[in-house]
C-alpha cells in the first residue's frame, strides 16, 4: 500500500480515534499526546466539488468567487478553529443557498473530517516560487562557488542541474540537509558563509534552478502528497524527540513546534529546519547521536507531521466552554439537565460527544436554527480563536458526566 | 404510403376544425391501447465517447434509447472540447445508420469493379486473409504487403505499425494530413514533431491562411483560444487572419488581412523587417536562443547572410506592399501589434505551406515567433507530449526501403509516391494491399495511377465499412466497425499544448457479423504465428488498450478527465510539484477513465530547454545547415528569406483563372457523400446546400456571362468537374474558391484536387494548391 494510500486509511479511520481520544481522556491531559490525524483530504476534495462548495468557494483562486478561498483562510488554524468559522459563514451559505434554489449540503461527521482535512491540507502545497529572486538568492549565497548550474559554476559540490526535475523544492531540501554536515565544513574552509533562508527562498532557489537548468527531457517527478502519520513516526524513529519532545511540544533542549510551523508552508519549515540543521547536529552530537538522513518523501512527511500538529490540537478550557454557552445563547434553546427545551438536550446529544459530531450536527440543523433564531430576533453566534474548542470540551464533558452517572 | 405536402396541409387543417368542433368534449391524446402498440417510453442511457471523425478527437456524449443512438452531444469534462461539438460529430447518427453502410465481410466474385459480390462470414473473411498473408510471408516475400492507411494516430497506428514491423514490410503508407509545419520544426528546432499552438492562453492569434474555423487540426482548439473570456485586463483574445478569401475563418476574425496567393511569407517577413527596424522584436531571447539571426561563417569558413540582414534587404514595406497588396500602415500595425501583445502567436497554415516555395514560406512566417520569443512560452508555440501510454510490443525495425521515393525533408505525398511506383512496376512487387480509412481513387489528385497500381496487385483488401470507389475495385471487403460501435483510444492532435488521450467506446451493439478492424488483425496475427503472434499477443483490442492504459496509471501524472475545477486542481497541484492518487489499483482507473471518457495532464514545463530546442547547437536555428546544404545542392539558387513567394505565374486565355481548393469544415474526406444534415449546412457563408461549388468574384463571372447560380464546369488542363457558380465577394477577382471533399446528390465526386497541375514544393514534396489556373464554362 503506498503512503498515501496509508495515510488515507488511518485519517479516515482515525476520525473515531479522534473523537475517542476526546472521549476517555481526561481534561488534564488533553494536551499531552496528540491521535492521528483525521480526514481524507482526498475524499475532501471531491466533496468540494460534489456538494456544490466550489460554486462559491475558490482554492488558489479556483473556483467560486462569492465565497472567500479555503486555501487562505484554512491556513495555521486548527480543527476546532476551521469549525468555528465554517459555522459563522453560515447564515450568508443559508440566505445564498436559498437564493439559488439548492439543497443544503450535509455532512456526517466523517465527511467533514475529510471535508475540514482538505482545506487545512492544501496550504502545505507551496506555490511556486520566483526565479527571478532565486537568481539573486543563489548569488547571494555564493551557491556558483561550489555548485554549477546550467554548465557554469565549481565542482566542490555536486552539480545541481538534475534537481530541475523536481518542481517542488522539498528534495532541494533534503539534498541540503543529506549534505549539511560536508556542507558546513567546505564551506567553513572556503570562508564561505552558510546560507540562511528567510520566508520562500528555498521555493525562489528551486524555480531558479528549473529555470536556469541545462537537464533537457526532463522527466519531470512529481511527490505524492506527504503523510504526517508517517512523518509523526520518523519524527520519533530520526530522533527528532530528543530535543522537540513528543510531538513536538518541546523540551528543555529544544522548542515547541506548533508555533513555528503555523502558518509557514512547506519550503517555509524546510528552511527553517536548514537554518537550524548546524545546531541539531551539535545538540545530536551531545546526546551521541548522528544527524538523521532523510530518504524519499522523509523529510516531506515530517514537515507534514509538523505542519499538523496545529490542526489536531487538543486541549481546552471546559469553563471557558461552559461561560460560552451562556453567552453565546445556545442556553435559551438546548438544555443540559433533560428538561424540556426547544433543541435537544446537549448533555445527552452523542453528536456533542465529538467535536466532528457537534459540528457536523451544527451544519445539518443550521438552517432551522438559522429561521427559529430569525423568529426570536437573536443574533446568529459566533465562535472566533478558541471558543469552539472550550465549547466542544465543555459538551463533551456534560456527555462525559452523563455517561458516568448513567 | 406516401403523404404529399398538399395532403398535409389539408389533414392538419381538418383535424384542426375537427377538434374546434369538439371543444369542450373529452379528449383522450393517448389512448388505452397505445402502450399495445409498443410505443412505450424506452430505456434511456448515456455514455461518453471520443469522436473519429476528424483529428481534433473531442469528447463526446452519446444519448440511446432502447440501444439506439439517438443524440451524440459533447463531453463536458473534456480538457479542449469542454461540452463542444460541431455538426460533423453531431451527424454521426446519420452515419450510424446510413444506408450505404455494409455491415459483414464481402468477397468478390465477378471481375473486379463489377459489383459482384458473396457475403462471407468474418471467420472465413479471416481465414482467406490469413493465408494470403502466410503465403507471401512464407515465400519470402514478406514486402511485397502494403498497407495505406488514412489518418489513425493511437494505438490502431501501432498495431499497424506492429503487425507489418514483425511480418517484415516496411510499408506502411500514410494517406493522411502532412501539412510541412513538422517539417518546419525539424529543421529550426531539432525537434521532428508538428509544433503545438497554446490558443488557449494567447493574447493575439496571427493566422496566416490557417482555416482554424474550418478544417485546422481542431476547430474546436480555435474556438477554445477565441471564444474564451478576456484576461485579467479585460482585453479578450485577438485573431488576425491572412487570408486569399474572406473565408469562414476570416469572417469570425476580428481582422482579415486580404493577401495575393503564394504571399503570406512575404508580408510575415515585411512585420519581420517592421520589428527590427523599430526594435519591436525580443532581443534577449534572439541574442540567448537564436542562431543565424546575425552574418555567419559555417564550419568551412564561408560567409553566409543571416537572418537580420536579409529581411532589411529584401522586406521594406514599400516592396512587400506592392508583392503581397497589403497597405503599408496594415504592415506596420501588424507588427506594432505583435510587439504590444504580450503571448502571440503566429501560425502557418495551409495556404502557406501548400505552395511551390512552402518549407521556405514556412520557415519566415514560423520565423515570426521565434523573433518574439514565442517558444515554449505561455500562449505561444509548444511541443507537446505524448501520452506515457505502455508500448504496443517490442520495437522491431524494418532494414528495407519503402516503396516510393521521399523529397529532402518531408514525406511528400507517399501515398502517390507508392501508386506511381507500383504502377511503374518499380520497387519490389506488392502483392498484397491494406486499405484502411483510404479511398485513393477519390481522394489523390491522381487517381489514374491508383488505378494502374490497383491493376498490378493481384489481391486487395479494404477495411472500409461502406462502399467507396476504391472499395468497389477490391477483392475481399472486411468492413470495420462503426467509430460509436467499437473500441478504440484517440490521442488529441499535435495542435494541443498537452496531452488529451480519448477513449472511444461502443454506444451501441455492433452488427451481427460485424468485425472491429483491430480484432480482425490480432486474430490474423495470431494465425499467422511466430513473430508477428509474438508482437501481438492480445486477446481482442480491448486487451491491447487496457494494457496500453497501463502506461497512464503507472506514470503518476496526470489525471482522469475532470471539470473545470479538478483540471485546474490538478495543474496547480503539477506545478507545486506534488500529484494526487486517485485510484491504487488499476481496474477502478480504468473503470473511471472509460466512464469519464480519457486521460489528459495539462501542466507545460516551461523551463525545459529542449522544448525550446534539441538542435546539435541547443539554439533555434533560423538558418538550418542542412537546408542551405541541400539548396546548394539542388535548390536552383533559392534561399531562405530571399525566396518565400510562389512563382509568378498568370493564366492564359484557355485558362485565364486561378484555382484555389479549400477544405470545408463538414469534410467527409470524399468517402461517404455528406449526411443529410451537413450537406444541408456545408458552409455558413455560402448557403448552397446539397450540390458543390465554386465561388467566383460577381466581376469576374459576369465577364463570363455566369449568373449566380449557374452549373458550370470548372476545367483545367487535366480535368473538369461539375459545381454551381456561387457569385462571392470574398473571392479575389480573376480566383476560384473551390471548396474540396464535396458531393453531388448522386454520389459523384466534385474534386479540385484532380485538376492540379501536379506542381510541387521540392523541398517537402507537398503538392501546391495555388498553381492551377482554369476556365468555367456553362455546362
Known sequence: ?406 | MSVTRREFVWTAGAAAAALAFQRGQDIFWTPPQLPDAGWDPGIESRLTSTCLLCPARCGLQGRTVDGRLVRIAGNRLHPMSKGGVCARGVAGVQMLYHPERIATPLQRIGPRGSGQWEAVEPEAALTLLADRLAALRDAGRPEGLALLAGYCAGTMQDLWRQFLATYGSPNYIADDYPDGTEQIAALMHGIPRRPAYDLEQSDLILSFGAPLFESWWSPVQAFAGFARPGDESGERPRLIQVDTRFSKTAARAHTWVGVRPQTHAVLALGIAYVLIRDQLYDVDFVARHVNGFEDFRDASGRLHEGYLSRVVRHYRPEEVSASTGVPIETITSLARALAASRRSVVIAGSDVMLSPNGLLAGLAVHSLNVLMGRINRPGGIAFGDDPPLAPVGPSRHVRLPRIGTMPPFGPGDPALEFATAVGRGEGPAVEALLLYYANPLASSTHPERWRDALDRIPFVVSLSPFMDETTQHVDLVLPDLLPYERWQDAPAPASYPYPVWGVTQPLVEPPPGGIHTGNAMLAVAARLGGAVAAGLPYEDFTVLLKARARGLFEARRGMILGDEFERTHHRQMEERGWWLPEHEEFEPFWDDLVQRGGWTDLLRDYTDPDRLAQTPSGKVELLPAELLRALAVDGGGRQPYVDVAGLPLEGDDAFPLRLLPYRVSTLASGTLALEPWLAEQPDILQHVPWVPWVEVHPDTARSFGLDDGTLVWVSSARGRYQARCKHYRGTAPGHVNAPYGLRHPDGALASPLQLLDGSADPLTGLLSWSSTFVRLERA
Open chain 1, 1 to 406: 500500500m503506498s503512503p498515501v494510500a496509508r495515510v488515507l486509511t488511518s485519517l479516515r479511520l482515525a476520525v473515531t480515534g479522534l473523537a475517542l481520544a476526546w472521549h476517555v481522556t481526561a481534561p488534564a491531559s488533553w494536551a499531552q499526546e496528540s491521535p492521528r490525524i483525521t480526514g481524507d483530504p482526498i475524499a475532501g476534495r471531491r466533496m468540494f466539488v460534489e456538494r456544490g462548495c466550489v460554486d462559491c468557494h475558490s482554492i488558489w483562486g479556483n473556483g467560486g468567487t462569492l465565497g472567500p478561498d479555503f486555501a487562505l483562510v484554512g491556513a495555521g488554524r486548527s480543527l476546532q478553529q476551521l469549525a468555528g468559522l465554517f459555522w459563522n459563514h453560515t447564515p450568508r451559505m443559508i440566505e445564498t443557498v436559498r437564493r439559488r434554489g439548492v439543497a443544503w449540503p450535509t455532512f456526517t461527521a466523517d465527511e467533514l473530517a475529510d471535508f475540514i482535512s482538505y482545506v487545512y491540507y492544501v496550504k502545505l502545497f507551496d506555490e511556486p516560487g520566483s526565479p527571478e529572486l532565486g537568481e539573486r538568492w543563489f548569488r547571494e549565497m555564493r551557491c556558483r562557488e561550489c555548485h554549477s548550474l546550467g554548465g557554469v559554476g565549481a565542482a566542490v559540490g555536486p552539480a545541481l542541474d538534475s534537481y530541475a526535475r523536481y518542481p517542488a523544492p522539498i528534495r532541494l531540501a533534503q539534498g541540503m540537509w543529506n549534505s549539511g554536515p560536508a556542507m558546513r565544513a567546505r564551506l567553513a574552509a572556503r570562508g564561505v558563509p552558510l546560507p540562511v533562508f528567510l520566508g520562500r527562498e528555498v521555493a525562489d532557489l528551486q524555480a531558479y534552478i528549473r529555470q536556469a537548468s541545462s537537464l533537457g527531457s526532463r522527466d519531470l517527478r512529481f511527490l505524492e502528497p506527504p503523510d504526517p502519520n508517517a512523518g509523526r513516526r520518523l519524527f520519533v524513529t530520526k530522533s527528532c524527540v530528543v530535543c522537540h519532545g513528543a510531538d513536538g511540544h518541546g523540551s528543555e533542549k529544544g522548542p515547541p513546534l506548533h508555533e513555528i510551523t503555523q502558518r509557514r508552508r512547506v519550503s517555509e519549515i524546510a528552511g527553517l529546519i536548514w537554518n537550524h540543521s548546524g545546531a541539531m547536529a551539535t545538540a545530536l552530537e551531545r546526546e551521541g547521536l548522528a544527524l538523521p538522513r532523510f530518504t524519499g518523501t522523509e523529510m516531506a512527511d515530517v514537515i507534514a507531521f509538523l505542519y499538523y500538529l496545529r490542526y489536531y490540537e487538543t486541549g481546552g478550557d471546559a469553563r471557558e466552554g461552559e461561560r460560552l454557552f451562556e453567552a453565546k445563547g445556545c442556553a435559551r434553546c438546548h438544555a443540559r439537565d433533560g428538561s424540556p427545551s426547544v433543541g435537544p438536550d446537549l448533555s445527552q446529544s452523542d453528536a456533542a460527544s465529538t467535536l466532528l459530531g457537534l459540528a457536523a450536527a451544527m451544519w445539518d440543523h443550521a438552517p432551522a436554527m438559522y429561521d427559529l433564531i430569525q423568529t426570536q430576533r437573536i443574533e446568529w453566534p459566533r465562535f472566533e480563536g478558541d471558543e469552539m474548542r472550550n465549547l466542544s470540551i465543555y459538551l463533551q464533558r456534560l456527555s462525559q458526566q452523563k455517561r458516568a452517572g448513567q
